[in-house]
């Protein structure tokens, strides 16, 4: 049911994994071994429809919990505070907040309210989309593909004991150094609405879409794989100018198979070497969502050596796994 499509969600998360302490009635995840002594704890969030962001990046060498609020639609300031009050060791909390009014708002109210419990709390605010300025839900850039980088490069800081400053500011550069664009080539449908969000006809795709399906730069007639590849990561450079080495994020918008993404990828790394760009690494799957939309996304991290090791670090969770 619509009603409950998020309790659901949550308890067959709780279900598939054991090692995750899962608060259906409060919608807040927590890592099971949260809090951990010394170490500084990372808690994100935003509206459901996601996945696996944000819950599913819950665990050691990424975040310490999540906060999933109902579709599209931002978690409120109590589970928050219960989220930081769960994992804070004494050592602070940083918040990673996507540039969505509803939780920026929300966020901000959380941190006051946890720094009166005594809380030292910290906030990264993720911006990458190059797409659009402001959007539907968003005054500036809207964050999207750029949290995963954020979530794993910070989360990676935290676990090697790094004090709350050092991983903010690792936060603030892996945001500064990332960007992003997405591409739909049909609208997302809601449990609520069970019908598509917004128009877009068959045969046409929307350049620059957000991952609640608000509008981008412009629809077309539907392109190949190479020519979206060739405009989108074009846009991305046109805004970043690396000289390091870059991650490489292609991401699926929740309804667009592996094969197409592997396709897709092989057209991104295509451009980039024209462009005479490094890929330090490459990440192909469904990671930031949009419900059941067709559709891909292309992230660019520029990253040093330390930003690399970070990445490489190991990370448990139900989302990301690798080196442990």
């Known amino acids: 049911m619509a009603e409950t499509v998020v309790a659901d969600a949550l308890r067959g998360m709780a279900a598939a994994h054991p090692e995750l302490a899962v608060d259906v009635e409060n919608r807040v995840i927590i890592r099971g071994d949260a809090p ?31 906060c999933p609020g109902e579709v599209f639609t931002s978690p409120v300031p ?119 969000t917004f128009d877009l006809p068959a045969g046409e795709l929307e350049l620059g879409v957000g991952i609640h399906g608000e509008p981008g730069r412009e629809r077309r007639a539907m392109m190949t794989s190479r020519e979206i590849a060739d405009y989108t990561v074009d846009v991305i450079l046109q805004d970043l100018d690396p000289s390091d080495p870059v991650l490489v994020l292609v991401n699926g918008m929740g309804a667009t198979p592996l094969l197409e993404l592997y396709g897709f990828n092989a057209e991104v790394q295509r451009v980039l070497r ?29 990253v040093d050596q330390e930003m690399l090791r970070l990445w490489d670090a190991p990370v448990r969770t139900a989302g990301l796994r690798w080196g442990m």
Do not use: W
């Open 274 to 302: 024209e462009r005479e760009v490094p890929v330090a690494r490459t990440l192909v799957g469904n990671y930031v969502t949009s419900l059941d939309m067709a559709g891909a996304s292309v992230t660019l991290c520029q």
């Open 78 to 196: 109590d589970q928050m505070v219960r989220a930081a009050a769960a994992v804070d060791s004494g050592a602070g909390v940083l918040f990673i907040v996507k540039n969505y009014t509803g939780d920026v708002l929300n966020f901000d109210m959380a941190a006051e309210l946890a720094e009166d419990e005594g809380i030292q709390v910290a906030k990264v605010l993720v911006n990458d989309d190059v797409a659009v300025t402001d959007s539907l839900y968003t005054a500036g850039r809207r964050g999207t593909g750029a949290t995963l980088f954020v979530e794993k490069l910070a989360g990676a800081a935290a676990e090697e004991g790094m004090p709350l400053e050092r991983v903010e500011a690792i936060a603030r550069q892996v945001n500064e150094n990332s960007r992003s664009f997405g591409v739909a080539l049909s609208a997302c449908s809601t449990p609520a609405k069970g019908s598509p």
């Open 36 to 66: 951990v002594a010394g170490k500084v704890a990372l808690v994100s969030g935003g509206g459901s429809g996601h996945e696996p962001l944000h819950g599913g990046f819950v665990g050691p060498g990424m975040l310490s919990a999540a």
